[in-house]
């Protein structure tokens, strides 16, 4: 209760731009932001989808029209980031929060994939991520102050097979920001936050890379056995507002496995290549590559 006060308290009135708010996490953080007062800019490449996730906040809050703008925007389109900075900052004069939180995960092996899907990787998670942080960055050290927040991955912290290229842009994102937060000490009321999760349910299956770039997942699988959108969001925001520099949000295994990897890496190295097996098997066998370890929720 304490820290859902803490919560209310800070992030009320504040302007949070959630980046990717068209579905999954996104779309649900923008939901509780709304709730808790925020105002909001949410982009992604879909406006339709950002449409409908605007109607529903104004349902489901006391905001207004003009307490969320909507903006479209192609984390690759890199040119674009600094005007779309700019639409934030005239509409709201501010912009107090960024969750960079737009992306997409990977199911493919490395020997059958080809390497502009590496390149489309990087260049979305991790490249237009840092891109758009710049420039909001600027007005940050300018106001001296804000958050810029991360979503990042547990294949930030650890590795894992079918996501070669996924788990190296949520690595670069992590030495990244892990780094940048050491060149802000001057600032010290600009924090630096990532959020790892584990296994969510979102849209994330369905769009993600697979072995060449004009290919789609065929049958993404059952993802009921995922953390549920509602939590993962509840405990980001949690994260946020008490300034938690690195959040690992996620069940178990996966988050057993995070604790072995940064404390013990040879037993989680053991440990990956056994479920690693089977998350290959699974891939192979048309369900989702996390099935049979992840815990059943009813
Ligand atoms: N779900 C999980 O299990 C999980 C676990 C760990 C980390 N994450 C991270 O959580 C974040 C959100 O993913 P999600 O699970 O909520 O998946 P999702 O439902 O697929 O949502 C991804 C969001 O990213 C946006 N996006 C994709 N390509 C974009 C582009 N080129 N430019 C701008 N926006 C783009 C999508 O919007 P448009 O298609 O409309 O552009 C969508 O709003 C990602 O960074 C992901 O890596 C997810």
Redesign the pocket.
Known sequence: AVLILLIEHELRGKVVWV????????EELTYQLAKLGALLAIS???ED?LQRVKKKCLQISSLTENDILVLR????DRSSHEAATNSVLKHFGKIDVLVN?????QRSLFVDTNLDVYNAIIE??YL?TISLTKYVLNHMIQRKKGKIVT?????GIMGAPLATGYCASKHALQGFFNSLRTELTDYPEISIIQIC????Q???IQ?VFTENLAKSLENSGDQSH?MPTDRCARLTLVSVANDVKEAWISDHPYLAVCYLWQYAPTWAWWLMNRMGKRRIQNFKSGIDADASYSRKKK
């Open positions: 980046t990717g708010a068209s579905s999954g996490i996104g992604a490449r879909r989808e925007l192609d984390l690759t939180n737009g992306g997409r995960s979305l998670n237009g979503v990042s991955s547990v294949m999760p584990g296994p969510v979102s849209q994330i769009n995922k």
